[in-house]
């Protein structure tokens, strides 16, 4: 069965820190997604990335970076130089299948705070 | 803007209670999946529907049912509310882009409350 851990609860950094999120995934599947959302206090999800399972090079995005590891099954998020609006919740998450066309499961998400 | 619609936005009630949630797909996306977020229980997938037929079930208790109608529109419906079914109720619609993949779209959510 497929399952996505997201060991770090709660992360509190100081505005213009670096700050890894860490995700770690267990699926039987060769053919795999990967995704990180955010969710902000608003309360909707935000798509950020995704990832599959062929393709293992690391991501950047603005002060965002993805690693995706297959040999430790692991799917890292970094923020580099943190600001206030980076405050959320960030979810990792995982779907079965080439087509997608399968629901998703979540981690129990990462809840950042950055303070000023 | 996802372009997925859900109302109500905010929802509270009593428990014993039974109350119906919307949703509203993107124009021309045959599925709908139903999630539910909870302090207890994270973000976890309810229930799929593909163009009016149930394609995959999840964690969704016998009290709660869905549908999906002929506009592909979806309800989820709750019934003897209890307390710990107040929650985040996200649904998301998909359909195949470009590359083969089928991206899911997030509506912004119905919070319900039960009291």
């Known amino acids: 069965a497929q399952k996505v851990t997201q060991a770090q609860t709660e992360i509190s950094v100081v505005e213009k820190e670096d700050v890894t999120l860490d995700c770690v995934y267990e699926?039987?599947?060769?053919?795999?997604?990967l995704f990180w959302y955010k969710q902000p206090p608003s309360g909707e999800l935000v798509f950020l990335i995704r990832?599959?399972?062929?393709?293992?090079q690391n991501e950047i995005s603005g002060r965002y970076s993805w690693n995706f590891q297959k040999s430790t099954s692991s799917f890292n998020f970094t923020i580099t130089a943190s600001q206030v609006v980076d405050s959320a919740v960030y979810f990792c998450a995982l779907s079965e299948t080439q087509s997608g066309n399968t629901p998703l499961v979540f981690g129990k998400g990462t809840r950042l705070s950055v303070i000023a | 803007d996802s372009g997925v619609t859900q109302t109500p936005k905010h929802l509270i009630t009593a428990t014993g209670q039974r109350v119906t949630l919307r949703c509203s797909p993107r124009s021309g996306d045959l599925s709908v999946y139903w999630y539910q977020q909870s302090l207890d229980q994270g973000l976890q997938f309810l229930i799929q529907y593909y163009n009016g037929e149930e394609r995959a079930k999840g964690n969704i208790l016998e009290r709660f049912s869905a549908q999906q109608f002929p506009d592909l529109h979806s309800e989820l419906n709750l019934s003897s509310l209890e307390l710990g079914d107040s929650a985040l109720y996200f649904c998301?619609?998909?359909?195949?882009?470009?590359?083969?993949?089928?991206?899911?779209?997030f509506g912004p959510g119905t919070r319900l409350t039960v009291l």
């Open positions: 998301a619609s998909s359909r195949r882009t470009g590359n083969g993949y089928n991206e899911q779209f």
């Open positions: 699926t039987r599947d060769t053919t795999y997604y």
């Open positions: 990832r599959n399972s062929f393709d293992e």
